[in-house]
């Protein structure tokens, strides 16, 4: 079976939720678990509008949290696929936090997660590959592949010999 490609910008999903008393630390900052907790949500989501499927999380790729989102702000969750594999689809995250009552927006973090789509036995079933129309799109999608060969390493599930886009970097870095 072909599966025909998808532009990468059908999968977006902006997703947007109010900090309240529960989602907190004692410092009234949004809770770095609950954050996860919605951006795991929101990438799934692109994922299925990309893929048409139920799929797993498989990874994260790390997360820094530059900025506390405050009790009462707003966040918003930006995801999109950026590129997509044999049964695995890679997808990026923005996330903004917002003061509803000043109206201004700060980031707070951004980060890649992947996924793996299931058939109706729960087996990995393949995925249609991404069309990258805008400039962030392709820059996304060409470094998807040096991603994936890096989280492979560090999951056990690579050979870092086997990694030749990685190692294409560092012959590239030090030929400059
Ligand atoms: C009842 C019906 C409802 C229908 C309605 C649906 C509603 C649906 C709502 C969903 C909305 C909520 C979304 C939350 C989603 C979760 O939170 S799911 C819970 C947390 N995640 C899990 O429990 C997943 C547990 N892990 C697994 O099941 C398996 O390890 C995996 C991820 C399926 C991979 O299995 P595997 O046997 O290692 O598979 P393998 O064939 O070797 O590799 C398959 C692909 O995984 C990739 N992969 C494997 N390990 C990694 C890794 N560490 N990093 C990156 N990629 C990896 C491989 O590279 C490969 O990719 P491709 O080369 O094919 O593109």
Same mark, same amino acid.
């Given at each position: 079976?072909?599966?025909m490609?998808?532009?990468a910008h ?10 309240l008393?529960n ?5 009234g900052n949004?809770m770095?678990g =609950?954050l996860?907790?919605w951006?795991?949500i ?5 994922c299925? /509008?990309h893929?048409a499927?139920?799929?797993v ?6 997360i ?5 989102i ?9 995801a999109?696929?950026t590129r ?10 923005k ?11 700060y980031k ?7 996924f793996?789509a299931?058939d ?7 995925v ?6 805008s400039?962030e799109? /392709? /820059?996304l999608?060409?470094?998807?592949? =040096?991603?994936?060969q890096?989280?492979l390493?560090?999951?056990?599930k690579?050979?870092?010999?086997d990694?030749?886009?990685l /190692?294409?970097l ?5 030929e400059?």
């Amino acid at each position: 079976m072909t599966l025909m490609p998808k532009k990468a910008h059908e999968s977006l999903v902006n997703m947007t939720e109010l900090v309240l008393p529960n989602d907190t630390n004692t410092f009234g900052n949004l809770m770095g678990g =609950r954050l996860m907790y919605w951006m795991d949500i929101a990438a799934a989501l692109a994922c299925m /509008k990309h893929c048409a499927a139920p799929v797993v999380t498989a990874s994260v790729d790390n997360i820094s949290f530059e900025n506390p989102i405050k009790l009462g702000n707003v966040v918003h969750i930006e995801a999109i696929v950026t590129r997509a594999f044999t049964t695995s689809i890679e997808v990026h995250m923005k996330v903004w936090g917002e003061d509803p009552v000043l109206q201004y927006r700060y980031k707070s973090n951004e980060a890649f997660m992947t996924f793996v789509a299931l058939d109706p036995n729960g087996k990995s079933r393949p995925v249609p590959q991404v069309i990258a129309e805008s400039e962030e799109e /392709k /820059k996304l999608y060409e470094g998807a592949l =040096r991603r994936r060969q890096l989280r492979l390493i560090l999951g056990g599930k690579m050979k870092p010999a086997d990694a030749n886009e990685l /190692k294409a970097l560092f012959t590239e870095a030090t030929e400059a």
